[in-house]
């Protein structure tokens, strides 16, 4: 384990404020890192550790709505132009060079969408956890690739993504029930892959029948965090940030569909990336997994050089296989020169 210390900055501009974590020696490659939901920089710790260890200037931000980046009011404001400009804003920066970017959940999306429209500012890309689609991470994307061996259309018709519709049917309240106990969400939420989850209908898929992620309670049931994922004094901080500020931001960045297709369909090339892709799977994730299915066949068609690898966990890659992750990456990174 590296004895360098996370070191915390920020970075603002009359558009945005970003929040980030740097790690690692200044003038080493750069290697930046892009969290999804509901996350904060701090995810990463394990890997920017990893890297900065072996000459890596590893960066963290705090994605717009989170942590201690700036969370604008308007849901408008979490448009993808609108965070791969903060990203890129960040990139020049730091030095502009062009970088490893690695994303995982949302951060996938935004790593994807930045090469796909600015590729002279990457060296290569890693996707974790969710794949590239060229017309980008939207409904009319995602529910024609849906599974209907395990979603048949009449029960589930937006499959495993019913509560993406749910947030653009029923914002406030899915928001409300976040909110009820910030704690005991996060807790939640974050749990390891099981095997036995997968082919079978994910709790996501009924969350409007139940009237909510968390049914008629309205909040999450008293849950304890898993430890082996989070570190308590990181989990304490990722907590600390969502109590201060709660989810409505976070969750926001799922009501811009329209805005967010109009903008992949501005990419250069139709969306397709010539660069090195490297996709982690995670074999247990019901949500996002590309194995069985045809939720990966829009990144194959579109990634002329696509490297896919597969760990044995659920959604949570980054934490839930920390030291995997890390080697996926690096094995990665040794072919690719």
Same mark, same amino acid.
């Given at each position: 384990?590296?004895?360098?210390?996370?070191?915390?900055?920020?970075?603002?501009?009359?558009?945005?404020?970003?929040?980030?974590?740097?790690?690692?020696?200044?003038?080493?490659?750069? =290697?930046?890192?892009?969290?999804?939901?509901?996350?904060?920089?701090?995810?990463?710790?394990?890997?920017?550790?990893?890297?900065?260890?072996?000459?890596? /200037?590893?960066?963290?931000?705090? =994605?717009?709505?989170?942590?201690?980046?700036?969370?604008?009011?308007? !849901?408008?404001?979490?448009?993808?132009?609108?965070? %791969?400009?903060?990203?890129?804003?960040? /990139?020049?920066?730091?030095?502009?060079?062009?970088?490893?970017? %690695?994303?995982?959940?949302?951060?996938?999306?935004?790593?994807?969408? $930045?090469?796909? /429209?600015?590729?002279?500012?990457?060296?290569? !890309?890693? $996707?974790?956890? %969710?794949?590239?689609?060229?017309?980008?991470?939207?409904?009319?994307?995602?529910?024609?690739?849906?599974?209907?061996?395990?979603?048949?259309?009449?029960?589930?018709?937006?499959?495993?993504?019913?509560?993406?519709?749910?947030?653009?049917?029923?914002?406030?309240?899915?928001? &409300?029930?976040?909110?009820?106990?910030?704690?005991?969400? $996060?807790?939640?939420?974050?749990?390891?892959?099981?095997?036995?989850?997968?082919?079978?209908?994910?709790?996501?898929?009924? !969350?409007?029948?139940?009237?909510?992620? *968390?049914?008629?309670?309205?909040?999450?049931?008293?849950?304890?965090?898993?430890?082996?994922?989070?570190?308590?004094?990181? *989990?304490? !901080?990722?907590?600390?940030?969502?109590?201060? /500020?709660?989810?409505?931001?976070?969750?926001?960045?799922?009501?811009?569909?329209?805005?967010?297709?109009?903008?992949?369909?501005?990419?250069?090339?139709?969306?397709?990336?010539?660069?090195? %892709?490297? *996709?982690?799977?995670?074999?247990?994730?019901?949500?996002?997994?590309?194995?069985?299915?045809?939720?990966?066949?829009?990144?194959?068609?579109?990634?002329?050089?696509?490297?896919?690898?597969?760990?044995?966990?659920?959604?949570? $890659?980054?934490?839930?296989?920390?030291?995997?992750?890390?080697?996926?990456?690096? &094995?990665?990174?040794?072919?690719?020169?």
């Amino acid at each position: 384990m590296s004895t360098l210390t996370l070191t915390s900055h920020i970075f603002s501009t009359p558009r945005h404020t970003t929040h980030y974590l740097a790690l690692g020696p200044v003038d080493g490659p750069l =290697m930046i890192f892009l969290h999804g939901w509901p996350e904060i920089s701090l995810i990463w710790r394990a890997q920017m550790e990893a890297f900065a260890a072996e000459g890596w /200037h590893c960066i963290a931000p705090d =994605m717009r709505g989170y942590g201690r980046s700036s969370a604008p009011a308007d !849901v408008d404001a979490y448009t993808l132009e609108n965070i %791969v400009a903060d990203m890129a804003a960040l /990139h020049d920066h730091l030095g502009g060079l062009p970088a490893i970017w %690695v994303g995982h959940d949302w951060g996938s999306v935004v790593a994807g969408e $930045l090469v796909a /429209h600015e590729p002279q500012r990457s060296r290569g !890309v890693v $996707l974790v956890s %969710v794949p590239y689609f060229p017309t980008t991470n939207a409904l009319p994307t995602l529910v024609p690739l849906v599974d209907r061996a395990i979603y048949p259309e009449d029960l589930y018709p937006d499959g495993q993504w019913d509560y993406y519709r749910y947030y653009n049917k029923h914002f406030a309240s899915a928001v &409300a029930d976040l909110d009820a106990d910030k704690a005991a969400s $996060l807790a939640s939420i974050y749990r390891r892959g099981d095997p036995a989850s997968i082919a079978k209908v994910a709790s996501n898929a009924e !969350v409007t029948r139940k009237g909510g992620r *968390f049914g008629q309670a309205h909040q999450a049931p008293p849950t304890q965090p898993d430890l082996a994922l989070w570190p308590a004094a990181d *989990f304490a !901080v990722l907590v600390q940030t969502f109590e201060t /500020h709660g989810f409505r931001a976070p969750c926001a960045w799922y009501l811009n569909d329209a805005a967010n297709v109009d903008y992949a369909n501005r990419s250069l090339k139709g969306g397709r990336l010539s660069l090195p %892709v490297l *996709f982690v799977n995670g074999d247990y994730d019901p949500m996002n997994t590309i194995k069985g299915n045809q939720l990966g066949e829009p990144m194959r068609a579109a990634c002329a050089d696509l490297t896919v690898t597969s760990l044995p966990g659920g959604h949570w $890659l980054p934490v839930e296989c920390k030291a995997e992750l890390v080697e996926a990456i690096s &094995a990665w990174l040794k072919a690719k020169g």
